[in-house]
């Protein structure tokens, strides 16, 4: 029984017994800010180690309970507390993984359960280095010197007489080339696979590897153009270093921001199948499909579209046709050598070639596909009345549209006479879906008069890139790329885009590809195929005017100030501004290098690789992505680049990298991502940046042949603890 006495007026002294029971409660409450709170949808919990808590390692929970593999990762905090959220009810995998450590033993729980988790400690330096990120493994590669540049040929160095720099010898070995299907520098590329064969040396074995598969024409093309024996030989010098122990640099673990992620993983298309894209939303509104279906693009493998539904954690398809029966595969059966691991099976058989999906807003799926023979119709060439074909005709287009209405369940074929590579649509009244891979075009459909006459003949159009040289303001007469400046005339310039990104303002933004690259504005004018000007701003490589050094963008984005972002292969994350360019935007001297003010370059956050300038990374991001909405959480206009070798998204906040890793499974590698708003007024679960797994090889992700690619949700809470 409580007792209560009177001191004093307003003062009342409590009995020992009720002191005793309050002091309990009070220890109870300090306690209780150190613990770790959960609900029963949640699985909490603590890491120690062997000298104490472990912070910033990853506790990771998997599932096959639920109708697709599913995997949830988060992040411990100081004290090494963990809360892993808002988990479908099954049975959990739970175990630690970090830098520095090996995979803890696996436990099993439900959600609704606290678990005390004990690391593990890495025996020698060589088993923690078997968790680090790719891109580590890249970096111990040792390029050929600048001095052996340009090359000399086969009676000299061994480089190709092609290769005019070390800056291209990187670009081809990067993003140019090497690292646009998949990652080196992860355990099945450092190493080499049981059923590549036996062989006197690692040269003979690199020579054999890239002769593999469907791809192979590829792979040994580009080792020919470098200077084979050259080529080959900077590989196998690397992978011989790796098998005699060198080890390299330890990445740091998690810290800040970075510990506040949480990253859930779900199994998605096939064995055989890779993804390139995924889509969730319409870019100009994220919080259209809200909570609806993800789609992806199989580019060269398969002819269906996968479908993730993460609200019952469903994975299905939808198959893709062709307007035309005669439609040739994207990669045919042939290869130099059977594949490691499928041996003479020809595991890709697509038609359509889905590189890119897109959504509108009413949720439609629009897709950079293959629908017919490359041969253009007459509409399209020469001779035809069609406004752009009267001032640029093209003969050939090898990929076009498709659309499919979700609401409808059809799909609509769309034959271009421009190529098709990457869409985006313009925040404009007729809805213009803009694309890239034109050859010497960019290319555009009117979604809207389309939607209204289902003309897809009048509904498109496309343009050269015409930059206004003799400085009147006007599209007149023009040189071809490979002329000299005429002051009195316009220029066109040899090429088109890769990325292509409408701006707010009604311009488009694209990049350009090669040494040293570009990034090109494109402003349509009141009738695009005759009024649209470009302006083309090359990147400030060898530039003396320039304060900073960086080379050949892939993928880029835009702002919703106008400012364009954009992946180097040097190992950047470029930003240009063309409000700070001091000279004239158009005339004589608008050629390329004449804003080296307007682009800032940061450097990725991976080591450099042995013998490379100073300034750069080993890494070289596929693509860069702009969250112009704030859907991470972090603010509108945060840059993310894709991380191929970092794997993990590179967000670059006030200057500064946050860098959201996914430790597993190793092998991350994303050519893509889009924000989406599932609940405009909720936290941070109403939101999150979808990605997929899009290396070709999903064989060499961690697990090998029959793992699965995957969709991708990051998310940023509060605070670790958040539930």
Request: charged fraction near 20%; glycine fraction near 10%.
């Amino acid at each position: 029984m409580m007792t209560i006495r009177v001191l004093s007026k307003g003062v009342r002294a409590l009995s020992i017994p009720l002191f005793l029971a309050l002091l309990v409660i009070a220890m109870g409450c300090s306690q209780s800010s150190d613990a770790v709170l959960i609900d029963n949808d949640d699985i909490g919990g603590t890491v120690e180690g062997q000298n104490g808590p472990e912070a910033g390692v990853w506790v990771i929970a998997e599932t096959t309970d639920l109708p697709t593999k599913f995997s949830r990762t988060v992040v411990t905090d100081e004290q090494g507390r963990f809360v892993v959220p808002d988990l479908p009810q099954a049975n959990y995998s739970v175990w630690v993984r970090g830098y520095g450590l090996v995979d803890s033993p696996k436990s099993v729980a439900v959600p609704g359960e606290t678990l005390s988790l004990t690391s593990v400690m890495a025996p020698t330096a060589a088993e923690a280095a078997e968790y680090y990120p790719a891109g580590y493994w890249f970096s111990l590669i040792h390029v050929p010197d600048k001095s052996e540049f340009p090359g000399t040929g086969m009676s000299g160095n061994g480089i190709s007489p092609t290769v005019a720099s070390q800056a291209e010898w990187i670009q081809v070995s990067k993003s140019g080339n090497c690292l646009i299907c998949h990652q080196l520098g992860n355990k099945a590329t450092r190493e080499f696979p049981e059923g590549l064969g036996t062989f006197e040396s690692s040269l003979e074995a690199w020579d054999r590897r890239i002769q593999s598969g469907q791809i192979s024409g590829f792979m040994s093309g580009t080792a020919t153009r470098m200077g084979r024996h050259r080529f080959l030989s900077m590989f196998a010098d690397w992978t011989d270093r790796i098998a005699a122990g060198e080890l390299p640099p330890v990445p740091p673990r998690p810290t800040g921001i970075e510990r506040n992620v949480v990253v859930s993983q779900w199994d998605w298309a096939d064995e055989k199948s890779y993804l390139h894209d995924e889509v969730s939303t319409d870019r100009r509104d994220p919080t259209v499909n809200a909570n609806g279906p993800i789609y992806g693009a199989l580019e060269n493998s398969a002819d269906y579209v996968p479908v993730f539904d993460p609200v019952n954690h469903v994975s299905s398809q939808i198959p893709l046709t062709v307007r035309d029966p005669n439609t040739p595969v994207s990669v045919g059966p042939s290869m130099l050598k059977p594949s490691p691991y499928w041996g003479d099976e020809a595991i890709w058989s697509s038609k359509n070639n889905v590189h890119n999906p897109m959504m509108d807003e009413r949720s439609r799926l629009w897709l950079t596909s293959t629908v017919r023979s490359p041969d253009n119709p007459e509409v399209c060439k020469e001779g035809s009345d069609h406004p752009s074909a009267k001032l640029f005709p093209l003969s050939r287009a090898f990929r076009h549209l498709a659309m499919y209405d979700p609401d409808t369940e059809e799909l609509t074929h769309i034959g271009t006479c421009f190529s098709t590579h990457h869409l985006m649509f313009a925040e404009d009244e007729n809805r213009t879906l803009w694309t890239s891979g034109g050859g010497q075009v960019v290319g555009w459909l009117n979604t809207k008069m389309l939607d209204e006459t289902g003309d897809e003949v009048s509904s498109q159009g496309w343009t050269a890139l015409i930059v206004d040289t003799n400085g009147n303001g006007k599209r007149d007469s023009y040189v071809e790329p490979d002329q000299p400046v005429d002051p009195k005339k316009d220029m066109r310039i040899g090429g088109a885009f890769y990325a292509v990104n409408p701006a707010p303002d009604g311009s488009v933004w694209g990049t350009v590809m090669g040494m040293p690259g570009a990034a090109v504005r494109l402003s349509p004018g009141e009738n695009p195929p005759e009024t649209a000007l470009a302006e083309i701003y090359e990147l400030p490589w060898e530039n003396p005017k320039a304060a900073v050094q960086g080379f050949s963008p892939r993928g880029g984005d835009v702002d919703r100030n106008g400012v364009y972002w954009a992946a180097l292969a040097s190992g950047h994350l470029a930003s240009f501004d063309r409000r700070k360019c001091t000279g004239p935007l158009n005339g004589p001297t608008a050629t390329g290098q004449h804003c080296p003010e307007g682009w800032t370059l940061y450097t990725e956050p991976l080591p450099q690789q042995q013998g490379a300038p100073e300034g750069g990374s080993s890494e070289a991001s596929y693509f860069t992505w702009v969250d112009q909405f704030d859907v991470l959480g972090l603010g509108q206009n945060i840059p993310i680049n894709t991380g191929n070798l970092s794997e993990g998204l590179l967000v670059l906040k006030d200057g500064e990298w946050v860098v959201l890793r996914v430790p597993y499974p190793m092998g991350f590698y994303t050519k893509w991502m889009d924000g989406r708003i599932d609940d405009p007024d909720g936290d941070w679960k109403g939101r999150g940046i979808w990605a997929t797994h899009s290396t070709r090889a999903p064989f060499h992700l961690e697990g090998g042949k029959g793992t699965l690619s995957k969709v991708v949700k990051f998310q940023l809470r509060p605070d670790p603890l958040t539930k």
